[in-house]
C-alpha cells in the first residue's frame, strides 16, 4: 500500500516561513517527477514545485521562484519544502504527489499518487 503523508502545514504571519514534509511508504514503479501543489478555496489546484528523481532537476511556478525550495531526502523516502518570505496568497492545502512519468512536472494530471494534504495560512 503506497501512502504520501505531509506534515508542517501550519498559520504563519507574512514574510515568515515554513516547512513542509512528505514521507513516502510503499513502493512506487518508475522514476519520475515528485512534486508539490496547491489549492486554495474556490480554485483550481497548481503545481508549485517539482523535482525529478532521476536527477534532481527541478522546476518552480513562477509565483514562488527564488522564495520556496523543493528538496528531497532518499534514503528517508522523504519530500520537502522550504518556504520563505510567504504571502497571503500562499495560503491552501499543500498536497505532496508521486508521478511515474518524466514531463509535465507541474501539471497535476501527470501524477498518480497524492498525500491527504496540510493546510498553510498565511495572515497580513
Known amino acids: 500500500q503506497v501512502q504520501l503523508v505531509e506534515s508542517g502545514g501550519g498559520s504563519v504571519q507574512a514574510g515568515g516561513s515554513l516547512r513542509l514534509s512528505c514521507t513516502q511508504s510503499g513502493y512506487i514503479y518508475g522514476l519520475g517527477y515528485m512534486g508539490w501543489f496547491r489549492q486554495a478555496p474556490g480554485k483550481e489546484r497548481e503545481g508549485v514545485a517539482a523535482?525529478?528523481?532521476?536527477?534532481?532537476?527541478?522546476s518552480y511556478a513562477d509565483s514562488v521562484k527564488g522564495r520556496f525550495t523543493i528538496s528531497r531526502d532518499n534514503a528517508n523516502n522523504t519530500l520537502y519544502l522550504q518556504m520563505n518570505s510567504l504571502k497571503p496568497e500562499d495560503t491552501a492545502m499543500y498536497y505532496c504527489?508521486?508521478?511515474?512519468?518524466?514531463?509535465?512536472?507541474?501539471?497535476?494530471?501527470?501524477?498518480?499518487?497524492w498525500g491527504q494534504g496540510t493546510q498553510v495560512t498565511v495572515s497580513s
Open positions: 504527489a508521486k508521478s511515474q512519468r518524466d514531463w509535465g512536472p507541474l501539471a497535476p494530471n501527470t501524477y498518480n499518487y
Open positions: 523535482i525529478y528523481a532521476r536527477s534532481g532537476f527541478t
